[in-house]
């Protein structure tokens, strides 16, 4: 167990619908990351949220944005989902932004885009 | 920028030895993880070398050589239980925390 948790477990939306993924870190944890992994593939990063600021962003559009609260929470939000969007969406809690702080991954959110 | 190969695919047997590799191209190297991950599941971490050598935790080690761009993880005494996917990971890039993943190594252990 790495104390970090996510929620829902799995979700099903229709293309164009908005969803907000949640997840809670390891208290005291100050960095969130969020990796988005489809099937077959290794996760790719979304974006890095350090004290409830975006401290990076991976290759993805502004459709994918984020928060991260005091209380060591934080979401992910996904507008006009398109299919492709489907895939395992993981969060990461770790102590800072430093190359060397080992990333501990909550279960995942599985969602689905009809 | 950051690249990463894995083999796709290995297989074994139970109780056998195997070893997992990874070559990779960074243009800033931070050290390199390794996490296994069960079908559905989330990532687990393994392992993390920033030195070269062998690091070793119980039936699992972990090889690293910077000059070579290569890593590789040993599984000894394979059990049922370690058929999961293993993925390299390197830190970097502009958001020095984010970690660049390879496509992972599907290992399956057969009784």
């Known amino acids: 167990e790495t104390g970090v948790t996510q929620s829902p477990t799995h979700l099903i939306k229709t293309r164009g619908q908005q969803v907000t993924l949640r997840c809670s870190s390891q208290s005291g944890h100050n960095t969130v990351s969020w990796y988005q992994q489809a099937l077959g593939q290794g996760p790719q990063f979304i974006f890095q949220y350090y004290r409830e600021e975006e401290n990076g962003r991976g290759n993805f559009p502004p459709r994918f944005s984020g928060l991260q609260f005091p209380n060591y929470s934080s979401e992910l939000n996904v507008n006009a989902l398109e299919l492709d969007d489907s895939a395992l969406y993981l969060c990461?809690?770790?102590?800072?932004?430093?190359?060397?702080?080992?990333?501990?991954f909550g279960p995942g959110t599985r969602l689905t885009v009809l | 920028g950051q690249n990463i190969d894995q083999p796709t695919e290995m297989t074994a047997t139970e109780g056998a030895i195997v070893q997992i590799n990874c070559t990779y191209q960074t243009s800033g190297f931070n050290g390199l993880f390794w996490y296994q991950q069960h079908a559905g599941e989330a990532p687990t971490f393994l392992s993390y070398?920033?030195?070269?050598g062998l690091e070793e935790k119980g039936r699992f080690s972990s090889f690293l050589s910077r000059s070579k761009g290569y890593s590789y993880l040993l599984l000894k005494e394979l059990q049922m239980k370690d058929s999961a996917s293993y993925l390299c990971?390197?830190?970097?890039?502009?958001?020095?925390?984010?970690?660049?993943f390879g496509r992972g190594t599907q290992l399956t252990v057969w009784p």
């Open positions: 070398n920033v030195l070269d």
């Open positions: 990971a390197l830190p970097g890039g502009s958001t020095l925390g984010r970690l660049y």
């Open positions: 990461a809690s770790s102590l800072g932004t430093s190359g060397t702080d080992t990333q501990y």
